[in-house]
Nanobody, 121 residues
Framework: QVQLVESGGGLVQAGGSLRLSCAASGRTFCSYAMGWFRQAPGKEREFVATISRSGGTTYYADSVKGRFTISRTPTNTMYLQMNSLKPEDTAVYYC???????????????WGQGTQVTVSS
């Protein structure tokens, strides 16, 4: 199992930026793909971005493409740089690990506790 801890959430005005971090411990960091998901109140969890084991492949939801950037470092940390934030980006953001990069939450087996992002208009 991998233990994941997200941080970096907060309150920001529309058009602003935040950078989320996900610190991983447990299994060797590079042995798994990672992803970001989010869940807004009253809505289902949705895919945001994913990155492969090597970091060489990334994929984004259409709603965040061009605004968000996912990255990972050799030091057990993954990031989500969020620019040009919109009120509809308001949600709890979760990081997760899995065997391969995927847009499906069911393909991930370890999840963090989440960090709240609130974007005011």
């Amino acid at each position: 199992q991998v233990q994941l801890v997200e941080s970096g959430g907060g309150l920001v005005q529309a058009g602003g930026s935040l950078r989320l971090s996900c610190a991983a411990s447990g299994r060797t960091f590079c042995s798994y793909a990672m992803g970001w998901f989010r869940q807004a109140p009253g809505k289902e969890r949705e895919f945001v971005a994913t990155i492969s084991r090597s970091g060489g492949t990334t994929y984004y939801a259409d709603s965040v493409k061009g605004r968000f950037t996912i990255s990972r470092t050799p030091t057990n940390t993954m990031y989500l740089q969020m620019n040009s934030l919109k009120p509809e980006d308001t949600a709890v953001y979760y990081c997760a690990t899995g065997f391969a990069a995927s847009i499906h939450g069911s393909d991930y087996d370890s999840w963090g506790q989440g960090t709240q992002v609130t974007v005011s208009s």
